[in-house]
């Protein structure tokens, strides 16, 4: 069964950076488009950052130039680097990948980011 586990995250100030990972499980990875979304307390989950089969990226203008996607194929795993954290980057990070109509989750990261 598809499996997302993520990792990283954390209490970090603003300025800092952090890393996430994802590791998937239960499908061939290499094909799949995978994506980050986070949810910041009372809003809806926005999606941040895609990456494409063939690693082609796009990101919310927010994160542009700060965040940057990136899998290593070899590995099943997609990253998340995030660099010059700002306050209003606090939220939890969920992996994503879409079957058809159907969505997987990984388990959620905390990221929170203080002024």
């Known amino acids: 069964q598809v499996q997302l586990v993520q990792s990283g995250g954390g209490l970090v100030q603003a300025g800092g950076s952090l890393r996430l990972s994802c590791a998937a499980s239960g499908y061939i990875f290499s094909i799949k488009t995978m994506a980050w979304y986070r949810q910041a307390p009372g809003k809806q989950r926005e999606l941040v950052a895609l990456i494409t089969s063939g690693s082609t990226t796009t990101s919310v203008d927010s994160v542009k130039g700060r965040f940057t996607i990136s899998r290593d194929n070899a590995k099943n795993t997609v990253y998340l680097q995030m660099n010059s954290l700002k306050p209003e980057d606090t939220a939890i990070y969920y992996c994503?990948?879409?079957?058809?109509?159907?969505?997987?989750w990984g388990q959620g990261t905390q990221v929170t980011v203080s002024s």
């Open positions: 994503n990948v879409k079957f058809g109509s159907v969505d997987f």
